[in-house]
Every structure is written in C-alpha cells, then in structure tokens.
C-alpha cells in the first residue's frame, strides 16, 4: 500500500517529507521519492529501493540527497509497483512536460490509457508507464493560471480512485489535496499544515487532524487549511484530535515490523480485553450497536480481509462456527466486490484490517452495505475510514 506525505510551512521541507516517509514503511514499498518547490522551480528526486538504500546510492554517487533538497513545500511518496515496473522512472512524484506541476497519488485511474491517447494527440510527452503521470498531464492541459481550479477541472475527467497531492511551481504558496476512495488527512500545525495516508507520519508535529471524504478537496498554505467538494463549494470539517502517540507506530527496537507484532500478541490480547470483562465473561453488546432481536436473526457471517488479517480470520472462522453454531465464510476483500456476493439484510459482514484503512477492504464493507448487510469491523486506529464507516467497531490495542 502505497504512502503520500505533504508539507507547507516555515521549516525546510524534504527532511521532514522523509521522516515522514519512514514511518509509513510499514505498509511496504518498492520505490520512493520526494519533490519540493525552491525558487519557482520544482526539484525532483527518487529511486528504486527503500529510501535508506536509496540515500546511501545517492551519497556514494554524490548527487543530490533527498534531506538537502531546499524548499518549505513538498511531496513525498513510498510506492508499490501496479502500472509499470519498478523503475526509477515510474516512481512518484511525476511532473508535467514543463516541470511546473508535481503530484503524488495513491489509488488506480482506471480511465487512463484514454486520456494518455488524447493527451498525447495534444503533444505532451510521457516518461513513465503509470496511471499517475497522466493526472499531472491532465492538470497541465487545464492549467490557466489556478492550480486549484485545474486540479478540480482534471478530476472531473478522471474515473477511479485516487489520494492526491499537488504542488505548482507558479503558486509556490499552495499544497493541494484531494481524495476519492484512498485515504488521505490534512494535518493541522502552527505556522505548517500537512496532507498524509496514515496519522503516524505526521504525528511528531502535530495531534490535530481533518479527515478528506470522497469527493473531497483542500487547498492548504502554511496558515489556513480550506475543504471544498470537487464543485469548489465550501465544507465546515470537524478537527479531530488524536490521543495515541508516534511511538507506538515505531519498531520498538525489533529488526522489522512483523516480528515486532508477533511479540506484542500477548500484551494486544491483554489490553483488547481489559475493560471488556464482567463478571468473568467478555461483554461487546455495547460495542456491537446491535439489539439481542438483530442478533438473533443473523444466519450468516462473511469475515473480509487481506494479508495477515485474512489468515486471522481463518482462525476467527473456526471459532464462531465452533461457539456462535453459525455459517462463517472468509473472504479476500480483493475479490469481494467483483463478485455477485449473496449478502442480505441478514449477514454481517466482519472487515479486519490493522491500519482501517486497507483500500480491498474499505471497498468490501462498502459493497456489503449496498446489499443491506451490517458490518462489524475490527480495527487498531480510531477515526480509521473502514471504522468510521461501519455500523459497528471493535478496537484492538
């Protein structure tokens, strides 16, 4: 799962974009890259590899390294190959033919290759084989002197899902956001705000942050944050402040975070339950959001999930068949909404995912409600999108 952070402030930017990055190295990635704007002009660096194995290549080669590039707004972004191979050329950030515009997306374009054809009808010239190059085109074509409004000009032509962050090179003093289907906050400093995929990337400067919606844009300087929808109306979003600090997002000394995990099991199991036992018996029905009459007339679970959190579910399978005597089925959200999946208004559906973030699955829970099922979902982040979208949620720690 791809990782985007954004800043605009007083402070330099790349070294703050690159911590930043670091704590989203959790999600895993093959690529990464940082762009800054210093002087009117967008400076642009990435590479293959993780971004210590990529600092050392550039320090060996005396180019430039990512920390030294100058400039008090960036992007930077950590990517997992889908359109094109993992090549230095199609890792993020992507310009546009004149090198004024830089943008940085997680998510898929689906109507691409369309677009790529007519753009390039128009002359403009690509580098990369992906699907985000073509937005900063797009942008580039509508371009009239308002990166804000050509940013909203191009997602109106775009089909599919999308975190993005912009920076123009003629409007040094904006960082542009927008989101559809993939997560994406604005982080809300003195003096500095910030755009991110997950909360611990930002976490060290500030606790205040907005979380974007579908449809959802927000124009940012390094004094004022402004949310629109894609029609440029005005929204009043609610500052959400969070109580858990950047710490419990590290490594904890552990070579890497898989193993960090594993031993952390007993103590998650410990602090999952405390507070949820009564009289020597584990009690959710306040959590759950479901009267005992809903409950009864449950006559089917469907657990989705993806990676580890799919193979927990297996596990979770035997057990509520085991004690709940109910038909449980476990499903790769991935899959789920391709199918024609037989859901009603009597099936809950149980989505797992660590971060509440995990794209498969928010668009799993998100099919399972059109077809009238409840949904329960199992998460470690409060104010996650897959928690703030279901009926229904039971926090781990």
């Given at each position: 799962?791809?990782g985007?952070?954004?800043?605009?402030?007083?402070s330099?930017a790349?070294?703050?974009?690159?911590?930043?990055?670091k704590?989203?190295e959790?999600?895993?990635?093959?690529?990464a890259?940082i762009?800054t704007?210093?002087?009117?002009n967008?400076?642009?660096?990435?590479?293959?590899?993780?971004?210590?194995?990529?600092?050392?290549?550039?320090?060996?080669?005396?180019?430039?390294?990512?920390?030294?590039?100058?400039?008090?707004?960036?992007?930077?972004?950590?990517?997992?190959?889908?359109?094109?191979?993992?090549?230095?050329?199609?890792?993020?950030?992507?310009?546009?033919?004149k090198?004024?515009?830089?943008?940085?997306?997680?998510?898929?374009i689906?109507?691409?290759?369309?677009?790529k054809?007519?753009l390039?009808k128009?002359?403009?010239?690509?580098?990369?084989l992906?699907?985000?190059?073509?937005?900063?085109?797009?942008?580039?074509?509508?371009?009239?002197?308002?990166?804000e409004?050509?940013?909203?000009?191009?997602l109106?032509?775009i089909?599919?899902?999308?975190?993005?962050?912009?920076?123009?090179?003629?409007?040094?003093?904006?960082?542009?956001a927008?989101?559809?289907?993939?997560?994406?906050?604005?982080?809300?400093?003195?003096?500095?705000?910030?755009?991110?995929?997950?909360?611990?990337?930002?976490?060290?400067?500030?606790?205040?942050?907005?979380?974007?919606?579908?449809?959802?844009?927000?124009?940012?300087?390094?004094?004022?944050?402004?949310?629109?929808?894609i029609d440029?109306n005005?929204i009043?979003?609610?500052?959400?402040?969070?109580?858990?600090?950047?710490?419990?997002?590290?490594?904890?000394?552990y070579?890497?975070?898989?193993?960090k995990?594993?031993?952390?099991q007993?103590?998650?199991?410990?602090?999952?339950?405390?507070?949820?036992?009564?009289?020597?018996?584990?009690?959710?029905?306040?959590?759950?959001d479901?009267?005992?009459?809903?409950?009864?007339?449950?006559?089917r679970?469907?657990?989705?999930?993806?990676?580890?959190?799919?193979?927990?579910?297996?596990?979770?399978?035997?057990?509520?068949?085991?004690?709940?005597?109910?038909?449980?089925?476990?499903?790769?959200?991935?899959?789920?909404?391709?199918?024609?999946?037989?859901?009603?208004?009597n099936?809950?559906?149980?989505?797992?995912?660590?971060?509440?973030?995990?794209?498969?699955?928010l668009?799993?829970?998100?099919?399972?409600?059109?077809?009238?099922?409840?949904?329960?979902?199992?998460?470690?982040?409060?104010?996650s999108?897959?928690?703030?979208?279901?009926d229904?949620?039971?926090?781990?720690?």
């Amino acid at each position: 799962m791809c990782g985007i952070i954004g800043y605009i402030g007083k402070s330099k930017a790349a070294p703050i974009l690159i911590e930043g990055l670091k704590r989203l190295e959790y999600r895993g990635y093959d690529s990464a890259g940082i762009s800054t704007i210093n002087e009117n002009n967008i400076l642009v660096e990435k590479d293959i590899g993780k971004i210590e194995e990529i600092q050392k290549k550039r320090k060996k080669e005396e180019k430039i390294n990512f920390e030294k590039i100058e400039g008090n707004v960036g992007l930077s972004h950590c990517r997992w190959a889908t359109h094109g191979s993992v090549t230095k050329e199609n890792a993020h950030p992507h310009t546009d033919c004149k090198n004024n515009i830089s943008i940085v997306h997680n998510g898929i374009i689906e109507n691409f290759s369309e677009i790529k054809e007519k753009l390039i009808k128009k002359g403009h010239k690509f580098i990369s084989l992906t699907d985000t190059e073509v937005i900063a085109h797009l942008i580039e074509d509508n371009y009239e002197g308002n990166i804000e409004e050509a940013t909203r000009k191009a997602l109106k032509q775009i089909e599919g899902s999308y975190a993005l962050g912009v920076i123009c090179s003629k409007e040094p003093d904006k960082l542009i956001a927008a989101r559809n289907e993939s997560p994406l906050i604005i982080g809300l400093g003195k003096d500095e705000n910030f755009i991110a995929s997950d909360v611990p990337a930002i976490l060290k400067y500030t606790n205040k942050v907005i979380y974007l919606e579908n449809n959802e844009m927000a124009i940012l300087t390094k004094n004022n944050v402004s949310i629109t929808d894609i029609d440029g109306n005005k929204i009043d979003k609610k500052i959400n402040e969070i109580d858990w600090d950047a710490e419990q997002a590290e490594k904890s000394g552990y070579d890497h975070f898989m193993l960090k995990e594993i031993h952390e099991q007993p103590m998650a199991i410990t602090e999952t339950l405390n507070g949820r036992i009564r009289n020597g018996n584990v009690n959710i029905k306040e959590e759950l959001d479901l009267s005992e009459e809903k409950l009864k007339k449950i006559d089917r679970i469907i657990i989705v999930a993806c990676g580890t959190s799919w193979h927990a579910a297996l596990v979770g399978e035997f057990m509520l068949e085991e004690l709940a005597k109910i038909p449980v089925e476990v499903e790769y959200a991935s899959e789920f909404r391709y199918r024609n999946p037989i859901v009603n208004e009597n099936t809950l559906v149980i989505a797992i995912s660590q971060s509440g973030e995990t794209a498969d699955t928010l668009a799993a829970i998100r099919e399972a409600k059109k077809r009238n099922a409840k949904v329960l979902s199992i998460v470690n982040v409060k104010g996650s999108s897959i928690s703030r979208e279901s009926d229904s949620v039971l926090y781990t720690f």
